[in-house]
């Protein structure tokens, strides 16, 4: 069964340290995307990455990188020199492309907040 | 460029009293649609997705309903509202299974 743990329910740290924010995954497919969104205290969720299960390669975009590897089933999303508007609650994501329903299956998030 | 609307953006309705939320998508075609709720600011639960028009798929059972009428319009609907309803709704959209899903502002419910 497929399944995203986000075990870090809550995470506080000063502004301007670098943060990692933990996702575990369960799946049977071989072919699986995982994806990051941050949803800010206005609500919206905002799209972060997709990744694909034969990508491997951390990726980096800005402040923000990702670690993915296969062998721990972890999709682990890293803030590097944090700043007060990181705050938010962070959803990893996944869905299974043999999967004969549409969905994404979101982790519970992990509320970050970044002190000034 | 696709934008998703979604409204209203905040409801405050008594108990036993009818729902509609409406969302919509422009600039896309046949895309699927995704109605959610999150409790308590956190988590979020399926509630409907939809791959076409008249197409609905229900993951929890419950007072809710969802129907598609239009390609980009997607509703929530109650005939009976309970406590229990309240909580942030959100619609997204995507272009096809696998693909990211993009989020509406979402609808702050109350039930009295």
């Known amino acids: 069964a497929q399944k995203v743990t986000q075990a870090q329910t809550e995470i506080s740290v000063v502004e301007k340290e670098d943060v990692t924010l933990d996702c575990v995954y369960e799946?049977?497919?071989?072919?699986?995307?995982l994806f990051w969104y941050k949803q800010p205290p206005s609500g919206e969720l905002v799209f972060l990455i997709r990744?694909?299960?034969?990508?491997?390669q951390n990726e980096i975009s800005g402040r923000y990188s990702w670690n993915f590897q296969k062998s721990t089933s972890s999709f682990n999303f890293t803030i590097t020199a944090s700043q007060v508007v990181d705050s938010a609650v962070y959803f990893c994501?996944?869905?299974?492309?043999?999967?004969?329903?549409?969905?994404?299956?979101f982790g519970k998030g992990t509320r970050l907040h970044i002190l000034p | 460029s696709q934008t998703i609307h979604q409204w209203p953006a905040t409801l405050v309705q008594p108990v036993g009293s009818p729902l509609s939320l409406e969302c919509t998508v422009e600039?896309?075609?046949?895309?699927?649609l995704y109605w959610y709720r999150q409790a308590a600011g956190r988590g979020l639960q399926l509630l409907f997705y939809?791959?076409?028009?008249?197409?609905i798929s229900s993951e929890v059972p419950q007072n809710l309903s969802a129907s598609r009428p239009q390609d980009r319009q997607f509703i929530l609907s109650s005939k009976k509202l309970l406590l229990s309803d309240s909580g942030f709704y959100l619609c997204?959209?995507?272009?096809?299974?696998?693909?990211?899903?993009?989020f509406g502002d979402g609808t702050r419910l109350s039930i009295l």
């Open positions: 997204a959209w995507s272009p096809s299974s696998n693909q990211p899903q993009h």
């Open positions: 799946t049977r497919d071989t072919t699986y995307y």
């Open positions: 990744r694909n299960s034969f990508d491997e």
């Open positions: 994501a996944l869905s299974e492309v043999s999967s004969r329903d549409d969905k994404i299956i």
């Open positions: 600039g896309t075609s046949n895309p699927n």
């Open positions: 939809s791959v076409g028009i008249g197409q």
